[in-house]
């Protein structure tokens, strides 16, 4: 009897040392490192990254309406709005002569355009320009900084000296 209870036990203390190991005793993988830790979180997040720049809009490219519209510009600056005429260039103004007097007596000799005019203080002239349009030069004043014409459809105030 003490022999099969020694070879019991030796069974028994074999069974518990020698018997393969199931899932559940198995050693568990070792820990990784902080630094693969780091890795794989920086990994995760430039992908995010990068799915997120590819998603988004390229503010420097031109968008296929905008190129079109660059293509198909013209060079020329933009015509009038319908129902009005464009703008007309100011003439070109300059003294020829003038003659000081004492109050009214001062007159004034400009060329406008290629074409001569005298013109008195507080006078109104009718002047045309070489492509036959009509303006009014009004002479403001004669004084010691030079003549004063204004040129009325223009807006515009000039000083002649």
């Given at each position: 009897?003490?022999?099969?209870l ?40 430039n992908?995010v ?9 390229d ?21 009038a ?45 009718t ?35």
């Amino acid at each position: 009897m003490m022999s099969q209870l020694i070879r019991s036990g030796c069974a028994a203390l074999a069974f518990v040392f020698l018997r393969p190991a199931s899932a559940e005793d198995a050693v568990p993988p070792p820990e990784p490192s902080v630094t693969e830790k780091v890795e794989s979180v920086l990994d995760k997040r430039n992908q995010v990254l990068k799915d997120a720049v590819r998603e988004m809009d390229d503010p420097t490219r031109l968008t296929p309406a905008l190129r079109d519209a660059l293509r198909n510009a013209s060079p020329k600056a933009p015509a009038a709005p319908s129902g009005q005429a464009p703008a007309a260039k100011p003439p070109k103004v300059r003294l020829v002569a003038a003659v000081r007097g004492g109050g009214d007596d001062s007159k004034a000799m400009i060329e406008v355009d290629g074409t001569n005019y005298l013109i008195e203080p507080n006078a109104e002239i009718t002047c045309y320009t070489q492509s036959g349009e009509q303006f009014t030069v009004r002479a403001k004043a004669f004084d010691d900084t030079g003549i004063h014409l204004e040129l009325l459809p223009f807006r515009q105030t000039l000083i002649l000296r």
